[in-house]
């Protein structure tokens, strides 16, 4: 999955889950973190989808939609490839908490954040309470993903 480009949508839900607010570190270099405020999202109508936004600072936030098997997996093990990949770091101190490396690829631009891995795991572990990964794909609209597959980018809707 990519920066909210998406066709494949869900109709809107009551969001049941609060969100997860995380302090994320990105790496700007090998040796000089930024921190980052992060908000995942979790829609039960769309239950495949992990909606992320990444605050700026100054200007608008920055939002991607990340597959939340991706990000099931990538707490404990390499998960994804091309657009997004997640793994877990190697540990650095004795004691210190478990973290994420979390690597958003736009073609143009690449963005290593690290990020806090037993939050992340347990809000995903209610997403999984909320809607098994079985039933995940059930509330997807796929009418409407193939007509816009058929009317093709740019093409108006009726």
């Known amino acids: 999955m990519h920066r909210d480009q998406s066709p494949l949508r869900a109709h809107p839900a009551h969001e049941l889950l609060p969100p997860l607010h995380l302090d994320l570190d990105q790496m700007l270099d090998e040796f000089t973190r930024q921190r980052v405020r992060a908000t995942f999202r979790f829609d039960p109508e769309m239950a495949a989808v992990i909606t992320v936004e990444f605050m700026a600072e100054r200007g608008p936030g920055l939002v991607w939609r990340i597959g939340r098997e991706l990000l099931h997996h990538g707490v404990t093990s390499m ?13 650095t101190l004795p004691g210190a908490p478990p973290s994420s490396w979390l690597l958003l690829d736009s073609g143009e631009v690449e963005a290593l ?6 939050p992340l795991k347990e809000w995903l572990d209610t997403t ?10 059930a509330g997807l609209n796929w009418d409407g993903f193939l007509m816009d597959l058929v009317r ?4 108006a809707s009726e």
């Open 128 to 137: 999984y309470r909320s809607v098994a990964a079985e039933a995940e794909m």
């Open 113 to 118: 954040f690290e990020l806090p891995t037993e």
């Open 152 to 155: 093709g980018p740019g093409t």
């Open 79 to 91: 998960s994804g490839v091309g657009d997004v990949r997640m793994w877990p770091t190697l540990p």
